[in-house]
């Protein structure tokens, strides 16, 4: 199939979706106030709480929110055909994901930047919260250990990709002295200052590469287990303005860019799709997933589709940068639009390998290197379509080797670089682009640990402060270093004894999970301030959706863990659905009641009575980042 069909129905679907259903269920369903105070105005303290110009924050909230999932994801349940991974990505962004994204970043807005947690235990009830809270916690774990695990895996010995991932540390800290001190509010001097930089970083790291600073630069994986969590830390105890949001909208511009240039390439080459529509593997079976197309397809792909995770970015720092309510929308459902795009991309590379190419890149090395495992075994076991087909010309021409390499990131790149390499004077290039793509991998996903590592810094800190009060403080300085410290001890410890290898099969469902989670509460809070009980619809249909697929899943899982001998990931995820269904029975014990009582006004904190006072509390957003 040409993949221009594709793609262009994806643009039409997303765009109409963010046109009219976003704008029905912000004007109709939440009822947006413009004139509010937020609470980055009302609580501004220049650490956490700090208006931020709206064009900076989305491309915050979207370099914090696309991190593997959207590239990896697709690439991953490619197995499954295009044609499922295309539809759960476009009805799932459009129904769930970003209806999702904008509910948790209203109801936070709404109420002072708290947390998911803290919202689910004053809208839902106390049990609710502290299962939230507990389940929250260990998800945000998992998911910063997987992303830093990836993160390693791409950059060690690599004196590339590492110089130029380093680079973006003292360009960004520039960029925050830029805006914040030394020309207050020009963002365009600064964008053009701190993208210039990163071009130059980006071409100085193929001679780093390869002259005698390379060894500064090339580290173990034992190394970067160490560095990453230090740099998670570092950045979850600097103000926002300093270090994160600057480095996360540079990366935006990189990760955009790239973007472009892919869809650029997919318009002007419009390459065949050689992967089927639906392969013999929708049944179960598959090379790279065992189980079946559902509900594994929606485990997969997550971001892009629906991401639990992106419910903690929206209750998270977001809601305390945003200027006004009037840009709820665009950076959150607008994000979620874009990240599923993203994710058509990345199908559409995978899907322009060669089938045999695809299964041969991302089936288990020690299967692939195994003589039981020759390539006329494999083609008797999986069939006829895992002939591999130009499997030696392709490492050729990137130069290194890229069968048995499982994962997602390598046939990404690959498929990413054959796309570029048919443009126009790009044929002698594919080496080139295809290291390119792994460091836009690598900054995709560096940009969800900062942001992910801060985010759990918060949820600790409301834990810790219902015990100790002033730990609860978002500006008490012993508190910040100390949960910041554990949270980046926890996910780190994960990382470098690769204990996340025996619980990696938990995190597809312990994110969506996370996704029943916000949606439930997303319920709650339309039966209880929406101006008509039927639009609780909008959030309990996808919940339905989800709750049934995520749970189908997890007992799947749990017999596989049953089979496999493998006790600790059995005992975990039956803890995970024990705390989601401990949330869903106390939600639907609250909707009977907030049915049977009398209607309530708006989502009231921070509401009218202070909207005087906007013009005080309003210093100019231009002055910060």
């Given at each position: 199939?040409?993949?221009l ?21 912000a ?13 980055a ?27 593997a ?13 295009w ?9 799932g962004?459009?129904f ?10 209203w ?20 049990v ?16 910063l250990?997987?992303?830093?695990l ?18 973006t ?9 830029w ?5 207050p509010?020009?963002?365009k001097?600064a964008?053009?200052f ?12 193929n001679?780093v590469a ?25 950045a ?13 909208y540079l990366?935006t511009?990189?990760k ?5 240039l892919?869809?650029v390439?997919v318009?002007?080459?419009?390459p ?22 559902w509900?594994?397809?929606s ?5 892009g589709?629906?991401?639990?995770f992106?419910a903690l ?5 977001t809601?305390?940068?945003i ?11 607008g ?26 890149i991302?089936?288990?090395p ?5 003589a039981?495992?020759s ?8 069939g006829p ?46 080496a080139?682009?295809?290291?390119f ?9 560096l ?5 992910g590592t ?22 008490w ?19 470098y ?7 990696w ?6 994110n ?5 989670l916000?949606?439930a ?7 209880r ?9 909008v ?14 899943a997890?007992i799947l899982?749990?017999d596989g863990?049953i089979a ?21 029975v ?8 907030l ?6 006004a ?24």
């Amino acid at each position: 199939m040409n993949s221009l069909a594709l793609v262009a129905v994806s643009i039409c679907v997303l765009a109409l979706g963010y046109r009219y259903y976003a704008a029905w269920v912000a004007a109709k369903v939440l009822v947006l106030e413009p004139d509010r105070v937020t609470p980055a105005h009302q609580f501004r303290n220049g650490r956490d709480y700090h208006p931020t110009n709206r064009f900076v924050l989305f491309g915050h909230h979207f370099a914090a929110i696309a991190g593997a999932g959207p590239l990896i994801g697709p690439v991953l349940a490619a197995q499954f055909g295009w044609g499922p991974c295309a539809l759960w990505i476009l009805v799932g962004a459009v129904f769930a994901g970003a209806i999702q994204d904008l509910l948790i970043l209203w109801a936070s807005v709404r109420q002072r930047g708290e947390g998911l947690g803290q919202i689910a235990r004053e809208q839902v009830g106390p049990v609710s919260g502290w299962a939230t809270a507990v389940g929250i916690l260990f998800i945000m774990v998992v998911a910063l250990a997987g992303l830093g695990l990836v993160v390693v895996n791409a950059l060690k010995g690599s004196p590339w990709g590492t110089f130029t991932i380093a680079a973006t540390i003292p360009i960004a800290l520039l960029m925050g002295q830029w805006i914040h001190r030394w020309r207050p509010g020009d963002v365009k001097g600064a964008s053009i200052f701190g993208v210039t930089l990163l071009l130059g970083a980006l071409l100085g790291g193929n001679w780093v590469a390869h002259s005698q600073y390379a060894r500064l630069f090339t580290y173990s994986s034992e190394a970067l287990c160490v560095i990453l969590p230090a740099y998670g830390f570092i950045a979850a105890v600097l103000p926002v303005w300093m270090l994160l949001c600057p480095r996360d909208y540079l990366s935006t511009y990189m990760k955009l860019g790239v973007v472009g240039l892919l869809a650029v390439g997919v318009l002007l080459i419009h390459p065949t799709m050689h992967m089927p529509m639906v392969t013999q593997y929708v049944h179960g079976g598959g090379p790279i997933f065992p189980g079946p197309v559902w509900p594994y397809v929606s485990l997969i792909i997550m971001c892009g589709a629906i991401s639990g995770f992106h419910a903690l970015i929206a209750s998270g720092t977001t809601p305390k940068m945003i200027s006004s309510e009037r840009e709820i929308v665009g950076i959150s459902y607008g994000a979620m639009v874009v990240e599923g795009f993203v994710a058509i991309l990345a199908l559409v590379a995978a899907c322009s390998l060669q089938p045999g190419d695809y299964y041969h890149i991302n089936i288990d090395p020690k299967s692939y290197q195994s003589a039981a495992y020759s390539a006329s075994a494999l083609v008797g076991k999986y069939g006829p379509a895992f002939q591999a087909h130009d499997l030696g010309n392709l490492s050729k021409m990137v130069g290194e080797n890229v069968g048995g390499r499982p994962g997602g990131g390598v046939t990404l790149a690959v498929g990413m670089a054959s796309v570029f390499s048919k443009l126009p004077f790009m044929g002698t290039l594919m080496a080139f682009w295809y290291h390119f793509a792994i460091v836009f991998e690598a900054m995709f996903i560096l940009t969800t640990i900062d942001t992910g590592t801060r985010v759990a810094r918060f949820i600790i800190q409301e834990l810790i402060g219902a015990l100790y009060k002033p730990a609860g403080r978002t500006n008490w300085l012993p508190g910040i270093l100390f949960s910041s410290a554990l949270i980046s001890l926890g996910w780190g410890y994960l990382v470098y004894f690769n204990g996340i290898s025996t619980i990696w099969p938990m995190f597809g469902v312990a994110n969506q999970l996370l996704g029943v989670l916000s949606l439930a509460i997303g319920t709650t809070l339309l039966l209880r301030y929406s101006p008509r009980r039927l639009h609780a619809l909008v959030a309990f249909l996808p919940l339905c959706f989800l709750s049934v697929t995520v749970i189908y899943a997890g007992i799947l899982n749990i017999d596989g863990y049953i089979a496999k001998g493998l006790l600790v990931p059995e005992v975990l995820t039956v803890a995970m659905l024990a705390l989601v269904c401990v949330v869903l029975v106390d939600s639907v014990l609250r909707w009977y009641g907030l049915v049977r009582a009398p209607r309530r006004a708006p989502l009231p904190v921070l509401g009218r009575e202070i909207a005087a006072d906007m013009a005080s509390l309003r210093q100019p957003v231009a002055e910060s980042v």
